[in-house]
């Protein structure tokens, strides 16, 4: 089966039957490749897990070797929250195919990913008819609280995990995320990272690893 996005998979050793999937979503400029390095740890304690990294539908301007899921030249929030609208319709598409791929349910499913694909994550776990089993993001934000309250219909748990020195995305964002998951009932945790700036430290993964863990049942 061909998918209507390029994608980096990693299956299990072994043609171990697969029972989760981890849809992992790159920052601005990267590809699936940057992404899927967090599988090379969290591979082996996830047997029965796909790793699935696919590239965003646009070359970077800023990054031609790489990607983005939405653009970031116009400094115009009306702009780029519509954009991000159009990416979020193609990844739906592409997440579908993965499902029927996989004959997975979302529910099976973990979004995660770094910066834009973090606020990409958000975006599709929290609008989706179904819950996934989890949203895993780093170093990202909430693109548009108040569009993403209006369009809100599930409640699926979340991890965010931010760098206290982060010049890229500010940590500041971190806790307006938490606020506004508090304020609309969905299940928070985050993680300051001491001494971090944008990137996804070991520390960091870990964490979420342990995370998923506990949402796969597996721990």
């Known amino acids: 089966m061909t998918f209507c996005l ?8 072994d043609s171990a039957k697969i029972e989760n999937a981890i849809i992992l979503l790159h920052g601005y400029g990267g590809d699936g490749k940057d992404i899927s390095v967090l599988s090379l740890n969290w591979k082996r304690h996830l047997p029965n897990t796909v790793f699935i990294c696919p590239n965003g539908p646009e070359q970077c301007p800023i990054n031609p070797s ?41 529910n099976k499913i973990c979004l995660s990913g770094f910066s834009q694909g973090c606020m990409m994550s958000i975006n599709l776990g929290l609008t989706s008819n179904q819950e ?10 909430i693109i ?46 985050t993680h300051l990272i001491k001494n971090c700036d944008h990137h996804i430290p070991v520390e960091a993964s870990s ?13």
Request: with cysteine; proline share 3%.
């Open 6 to 13: 390029n994608t980096t998979i990693i299956k299990p050793k």
């Open 132 to 141: 996934y089993n989890c949203i895993v993001g780093f170093s990202g934000k």
């Open 66 to 106: 790489g990607f983005q899921w939405f653009d970031l030249t116009k400094d115009d929030p009306k702009y780029i929250l519509q954009e991000s609208i159009n990416a979020e319709k193609k990844l739906n598409k592409f997440i579908d195919e993965v499902k029927d791929k996989f004959g997975l349910e979302k």
């Open 207 to 219: 964490i979420a690893l342990n995370y998923i863990l506990k949402r796969f049942k597996l721990s």
């Open 144 to 189: 548009d609280q108040e569009d993403l309250r209006l369009r809100k219909k599930v409640s699926t748990n979340t991890l965010l995990i931010h760098g206290d020195s982060d010049q890229v995305v500010s940590p500041n964002f971190l806790l307006e995320a938490k606020d506004f998951f508090i304020r609309n009932r969905i299940g928070i945790e």
